[in-house]
Each structure stands twice: as structure tokens, then as C-alpha cells.
Nanobody, 124 residues
Framework: QVQLVESGGGLVQAGGSLRLACAAS????????MGWFRQAPGKEREFVAA???????YYADSVKGRFTISRDNTRITEYLQMNSLKPEDTAVYYC??????????????????WGQGTQVTVSS
């Protein structure tokens, strides 16, 4: 059973920073990429960032220049450093893992495994 466990969410004031982590465990046969999505109340789940096992990164326009994704390939762990947080960043953040090489990575359907989510709340 593959499991993804997120940590690091919480409450922060606008302009502050948080760092999310996601550790994968279990029988992961193919490690292509890991990503972060978020979902605010009443909205669809949206792409935030992704990183392949070779280190290529992708970001949503709304977080470029503020968020940085990174990973530790030896432990199949990813991180999301979030700086200059805004109230509109408030959401449940989910980590995800993709096993298929060449996946598009920008949509939820491209990922095979998901974490349980961690709440990020940014106060104004």
C-alpha cells in the first residue's frame, strides 16, 4: 500500500512563510514525479507545482516567484516552500505522486497516489 503523508500546514499571516513536506512510502514501482495541488472551499482542485525525479519543475502562474518545490529522491520526499503568502493561498494542500513517464503533470488525473491533505490558512 503506497502512502503519502503531508506535514507542515498551519495558520500564518499574509506575507509569511510555510514549508510543506510530503513523504512517500510503500511499493512505488516507478517514480516519475511528485506534485502539489490545492483546493479551497467551493472550488475545484488546482495545480500548484510539480517536480520530476530528474529535477524539472513546473509552477502555476499564481505561485511563480513565491513558491519553490524540491525533492529528495533517496527518500521520495517532496517539499513546498511557500513565501509571501496571500489570503487567496488559503486551501487544503494535497501532495501527489505520478508513476507514468511523460505524464502531463498539470492535472489531477496524471497522478496515481494522493496524500490526505494539510490545511494552509493565510490571514489578512
Amino acid at each position: 500500500q503506497v502512502q503519502l503523508v503531508e506535514s507542515g500546514g498551519g495558520l500564518v499571516q499574509a506575507g509569511g512563510s510555510l514549508r510543506l513536506a510530503c513523504a512517500a512510502s510503500g511499493p512505488i514501482v516507478s517514480d516519475y514525479a511528485m506534485g502539489w495541488f490545492r483546493q479551497a472551499p467551493g472550488k475545484e482542485r488546482e495545480f500548484v507545482a510539480a517536480i520530476t525525479s530528474s529535477g524539472r519543475t513546473y509552477y502555476a502562474d499564481s505561485v511563480k516567484g513565491r513558491f519553490t518545490i524540491s525533492r529528495d529522491n533517496t527518500r521520495i520526499t517532496e517539499y513546498l516552500q511557500m513565501n509571501s503568502l496571500k489570503p487567496e493561498d488559503t486551501a487544503v494542500y494535497y501532495c501527489a505522486h505520478a508513476t507514468t513517464p511523460g505524464s502531463y503533470l498539470l492535472g489531477p488525473m496524471d497522478y496515481n497516489y494522493w496524500g490526505q491533505g494539510t490545511q494552509v490558512t493565510v490571514s489578512s
